[in-house]
């Protein structure tokens, strides 16, 4: 995850932005530490994050207009900020004059609506008034270093580092739905997006899916992407939906530095519910981590849309609903998912038995534990296609091919961190039939389910499983401390849904008596209802 800074373009680069050779994490780490001094300041740990959103998008844009422009020949890159208000005339300052013209460059940037820049700076405001601190922040821990990478490839890079250490340091709300960075590389490696097609995720958090999806298309098709196609993808081929406003805004950040959109152009976030009506365009891709976790019980019904098949308030199951009516006919789909959308009854046996019938529903991918913020959670990857309907009124799917990545897999967050490699052998067994997905070959790992055996399971029961758990006698103990943590991990995600059910009973007796139940302060950062200011899909 971590890269040495590079010289752009290779040539040498002025004292005061000599790339030190050290790593992405080692400045992560110091500019991390330094929130400690900073709170001795007044300066909250959000507050800070927030500020080195601003600086460090300042810095890199910087950087990546000294760069030659991506899909355009011998031309400059377009600069992100205007001349004025940008890293140079930052740095060229000191004392009182910073601060106020850093305050000056929020004010002016926030005024230009409608545009992606606007957005990102929309109500922008300093926190960081101590003229030193600032200088220091600026001047000794920024503006030495080389952020980006001459690719453009921002994935692992000290933005999206601090987006991670943000998640790891908040328990509650973002963090826990932080979508690692390999397991998105891996379901892209999958869905394998092209130019001419639409991509979306309509829980997009800080954008992880769509700079995935791009990056995939800019390193495969690069020869193609010129002229009308290189507008395309960078200007409306790729967008997402985000409730929260603040994390949208991070993911215009994240999607302007990585070469999607123009700072000038129209946002390609959308902030809003998904959920809340039926879609009025559709994509040729969905790519999505829809919220799960604390509270996925007590979502909203959603009886405006009458495009779904049916009502209920489990969240994630809207949205399977939702991301089935988003795709164009032969779209394709993977989304992740917690196990409870598999094998609960009600309504979810009924969208099961429709997606079956009305999708391809071609591969599950049986995730392990450990790879997520949020302690204990048990989540899959579905893969489905909307295809045109078959003759007879065949059911679409004809079999599900399930690879079980969980049974015997330990991962932590820490010591034994997700890496792409480790999904190596599940991409290729995922491409091994071509795209005839009756051709591929099986495994001990990779097996197939017939339509007419799921379709006749209790509730339509899709939570399958491939290999058995080795028993004690044959195969070794996993360490004592694993052994804990694991522990730990099922009782706190057990914890957490009698919470979320504790929360919906509350709400609900006090609709039923009139009485304003009022949540606590806590609270708003873990509910999955509409009008939450607090879910976050970071980094899906």
């Not at 950087?63 to 060229?92: H, M, Y």
């Not at 995935?212 to 081929?237: C, P, S, V, W």
């Not at 365009?281 to 007590?298: E, H, Q, R």
Request: glycine share 8%; aromatic share 8%.
């Amino acid at each position: 995850m971590s890269t040495t800074p590079t010289p752009v373009n290779g040539a040498a680069l002025p004292s005061a932005r000599r790339p030190t050779g050290e790593t992405t994490s080692t400045l992560v780490n110091r500019l991390w530490s330094y929130c400690e001094l900073l709170r001795h300041s007044g300066v909250s740990t959000l507050d800070y994050v927030e500020q080195l959103t601003y600086l460090l998008f300042l810095k890199m844009a910087d950087e990546r207009a000294n760069r030659p422009a991506r899909f355009r020949r011998n031309e400059p890159e377009a600069p992100l900020v205007p001349e004025g208000l940008d890293w140079p005339s930052l740095i060229s300052r000191s004392a009182e004059d910073l601060v106020e013209h850093y305050e000056h460059v929020l004010r002016e940037l926030g005024r230009k609506g409608g545009t992606m820049l606007g957005e990102v700076f929309t109500k922008a405001q300093n926190k960081i008034h101590e003229p030193a601190v600032l200088e220091r922040l600026v001047k000794d821990l920024i503006d030495p270093h080389t952020w980006t990478r001459e690719n453009q490839d921002l994935k692992g890079d000290a933005y999206e580092g601090l987006l991670q250490r943000g998640a790891e340091d908040r328990k509650t709300g973002a963090g826990q739905y932080f979508t690692p960075r390999p397991l998105i590389d891996a379901m892209v490696d999958c869905v394998q997006p092209k130019p001419g097609e639409s991509i979306t995720d309509p829980a997009c958090g800080t954008g992880g899916f769509l700079i995935a999806a791009h990056a995939h298309i800019a390193e495969r098709y690069e020869d193609q992407l010129y002229g009308d196609q290189a507008r395309k993808l960078q200007t409306g081929a790729i967008t997402g939906y985000e409730l929260v406003r603040e994390t949208a805004r991070l993911a215009l950040m994240n999607m302007l530095l990585h070469g999607i959109g123009t700072s000038e152009g129209r946002p390609l976030i959308t902030v809003q519910d998904s959920l809340a009506k039926s879609p009025h365009k559709f994509y040729d891709i969905v790519l999505a981590n829809p919220p799960f976790g604390v509270g996925s019980v007590t979502g909203e019904a959603y009886t405006a849309r009458k495009d779904f098949w049916t009502q209920t308030t489990n969240k994630q199951l809207n949205f399977v609903q939702h991301i089935y009516t988003l795709l164009k006919t032969n779209g394709r789909a993977a989304l992740v998912l917690p196990d409870n959308v598999l094998f609960e009854g009600g309504a979810g046996a009924e969208i099961r038995r429709r997606l079956l019938d009305l999708t391809n529903v071609h591969t599950l991918l049986r995730l392990p534990t450990g790879i997520f913020y949020a302690n204990g959670v048990k989540a899959n990857v579905l893969f489905f296609d909307k295809v045109p309907p078959r003759p007879g009124g065949k059911p679409a799917t004809k079999q599900l091919w399930v690879y079980d990545f969980r049974t015997d897999q330990r991962f932590t967050l820490k010591q034994r961190a997700l890496r792409r490699e480790h999904l190596d052998d599940f991409v290729a067994a995922f491409h091994s039939g071509g795209t005839d997905y009756s051709a591929r070959k099986s495994s001990e790992y990779f097996q197939s389910y017939e339509y007419d055996e799921l379709i006749a399971r209790d509730k339509v029961n899709l939570d399958l499983t491939v290999l058995q758990s080795a028993s004690a006698a044959s195969a070794p103990l996993a360490p004592p401390d694993v052994i804990a943590q694991e522990i730990v991990d099922e009782l706190e995600s057990a914890l957490a849904e009698f919470t979320a059910v504790a929360e919906s009973l509350k709400k609900a007796i006090g609709t039923t008596t009139g009485a304003a139940v009022a949540p606590a302060a806590d609270d708003r950062a873990t509910s999955t209802t509409t009008g939450t200011t607090e879910e976050t899909d970071q980094e899906r």
